[in-house]
């Protein structure tokens, strides 16, 4: 088997680089470990920046977003039990963020490619990347158990933190950049109402909590929590009451309470390999970098680097060569690192860090205060929310 581009992975970098390639031309087969169903069912972020929304758009994918995703304007920062609107619109010259689960993305872009007669090989075992050092990459895997090889002219590497296109990497080709927190998100789905009608980020002595939501039935929902708590510790009843008393306000505002019907915990980390690119292997999204959930980033930054990506390869095979895709792992890297800052921050701010002394408490409230207090502050927030613009508009 040959093509053009073979790419590693069918998560939101891995897909949304398919179409974008077939949208220029460019023939691409996506060789994903796990199952159609589990893809689309696994739950995870649901903050998309305008840049997200706008490219789904330009490609033909907002119709279902527009239908059943929340257009927001503002976001709640809550501490003290009082809570502070930080209106993003007005401090980000219109710009907003729409709340629409990651797996409807996913199907979203999995039906897209199938219809345009995309290859998507599901449940791809052994994947492995050679050759990416010489003109002719190749990857290598098998699929119900018969061994194939996929000759390709650029590989991919969008198979996430865990994948094995990063490990593919010659030792001391990458360099590794990381700090891990000593905390946690204990994440839920609960059926019920929404509590708020903006994202609710609430800083508080037990810790971090998120009020998000979903769908008019389903709420998402997350609060700070040990890295290796038990879910099963946590009965409904002893998560609402965790919510409740962070959530709390001084005028009695309270969550809307339901079924809990999903939850788990996630880590949190910041990561960032560099280069991006190693020959004629090119890394995307998780599989290059992670960054803490707070600040909304990982998904819409995986989508920024394939557009990057997408369009470097587009120029390449328009004009032979080009400056972009030598350019590529440079260009991506700067996003990144104002994502990773951005991401760094919110963390910091928001969260309660074991051991702080009472002196770094005060400078979080103090920061906290100075943040809902200036609209300078407030501007820098929400640019840095609701998407930075990109550096190069034909991207
Ligand atoms: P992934 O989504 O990890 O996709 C990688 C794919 O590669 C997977 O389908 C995997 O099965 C496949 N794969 C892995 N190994 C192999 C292999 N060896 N062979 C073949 N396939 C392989 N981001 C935001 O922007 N906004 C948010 O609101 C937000 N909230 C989040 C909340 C939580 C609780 C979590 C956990 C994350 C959140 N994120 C958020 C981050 C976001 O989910 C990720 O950054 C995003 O999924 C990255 O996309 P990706 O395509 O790079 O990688
Ligand atoms: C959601 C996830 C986030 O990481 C975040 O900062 C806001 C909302 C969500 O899953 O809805």
Redesign the pocket.
């Known amino acids: 088997m040959r093509t053009q581009v073979g790419i590693?992975?069918?998560?939101?970098?891995?897909l949304m680089l398919s179409q974008l390639l077939h949208l220029a031309g460019i023939e691409s087969i996506v060789?994903?470990?796990?199952a159609r169903r589990e893809?689309e069912a696994t739950v995870?972020?649901?903050?998309l920046e305008q840049g997200t929304v706008d490219l789904l758009d330009s490609i033909g994918l907002g119709v279902r977003l527009h239908r059943e995703g929340f257009v927001h304007h503002g976001i709640e920062l809550r501490y003290d039990g009082r809570g502070h609107r930080i209106d993003l619109s007005a401090h980000a010259g219109g710009k907003a963020i729409t709340v629409y689960a990651?797996h409807e993305v996913i199907k979203d872009l999995v039906a897209a490619r199938l219809a345009c007669g995309g290859r998507i090989v599901f449940g791809?075992a052994g994947?492995e990347p050679r050759g990416f050092d010489t003109d002719a990459p190749s990857l290598h895997y098998s699929a119900d158990g018969v061994a194939q090889v996929l000759a390709c002219d650029f590989i991919a590497g969008?198979?996430?933190?865990?994948?094995?296109c990063r490990s593919a990497v010659p030792q001391g080709a990458c360099h590794e950049f990381s700090r891990s927190y000593p905390f946690g998100?204990f994440?839920i789905l609960a059926e019920a109402a929404p509590s708020s009608a903006e994202l609710v980020y609430t800083h508080h002595p037990r810790g971090f909590a998120l009020v998000s939501t979903r769908s008019p039935t389903i709420q998402r929902l997350y609060f700070q929590c040990d890295p290796h708590e038990n879910v099963d510790a946590w009965d409904d009843a002893r998560i609402w009451s965790e919510l409740r008393a962070r959530l709390a306000t001084r005028d009695g505002w309270a969550p809307v309470e339901g079924p809990v019907l999903q939850k788990n915990v996630?880590g949190m980390r910041s990561f960032v390999c560099e280069p991006m690119q190693f020959g004629r292997l090119y890394l995307?999204?998780?599989?290059a970098h992670i960054v803490p959930?707070t600040g909304?980033?990982?998904?819409?930054l995986?989508i920024a680097d394939v557009r990057m990506l997408a369009a470097a390869l587009a120029e390449h095979y328009r004009s032979g060569n080009g400056p972009r895709l030598a350019a590529y792992s440079s260009t991506a890297l700067r996003r990144v690192w104002k994502a990773q800052r951005f991401s760094w921050f919110m963390t910091s701010l928001l969260h309660r860090f074991p051991g702080a002394t009472a002196y770094e408490q005060r400078l979080q409230l103090a920061d906290l205060d100075y943040v809902t207090g200036s609209d300078a502050a407030q501007s820098s927030l929400a640019e840095n929310y609701v998407g930075l613009p990109f550096e190069d508009a034909t991207c």
């Open positions: 590693v992975g069918a998560g939101p970098a891995g060789l994903e470990a796990r893809i995870r972020a649901g903050v990651q791809a994947v969008c198979d996430g933190y865990h994948g094995v998100w994440g996630v995307a999204g998780d599989a959930p909304a980033k990982g998904l819409n995986a």
